[in-house]
């Protein structure tokens, strides 16, 4: 399974960016339509902390209360992708995303993404 975050870059306070996570390559007996996605950031000097998840047949999302009302998760299945759109980006935000999936079955993130780097200037 490879993982492709992109979208990532340099936005003003205030703004918005989506993120995008491609999925691509073998599931094994799985699709992607079967893992839940997580999106995590991680800023310099700090630990990676979670943002946003969505389960594999999108009923169900949570969020970070830090980012709670200003990103939404998403995902389209047909495309094997999975979403981030972000808005009301504040400097704070800024770090490196990387999205991750879970077999529906599973209790951790079993792939992860390259990352994507989100700046956010005030």
């Known amino acids: 399974v490879q993982l492709q975050a992109s979208g990532g870059g340099l936005v003003q306070s205030g703004g918005s960016l989506r993120l995008s996570c491609a999925a691509s390559?073998?599931?094994?007996?799985?699709?992607?339509?079967?893992?839940?996605v997580g999106w995590f950031r991680q800023a310099p000097g700090t630990e990676r902390e979670f943002v946003a998840a969505?389960?594999?047949?999108?009923?169900?999302?949570s969020y970070a209360e830090s980012v709670k009302d200003r990103f939404s998760i998403s995902r389209d299945n047909g495309k094997n992708t999975a979403y981030l759109q972000m808005s009301g980006l504040k400097p704070e935000d800024t770090a490196v995303y990387y999205c991750?999936?879970?077999?529906?079955?599973?209790?951790?993130?079993?792939?992860w993404g390259q990352g994507t780097q989100v700046t956010v200037s005030s």
């Open positions: 991750a999936v879970k077999g529906f079955w599973s209790t951790s993130y079993d792939f």
């Open positions: 390559g073998s599931f094994g007996r799985y699709t992607f339509k079967q893992y839940d």
């Open positions: 969505i389960t594999y047949r999108g009923g169900t999302t």
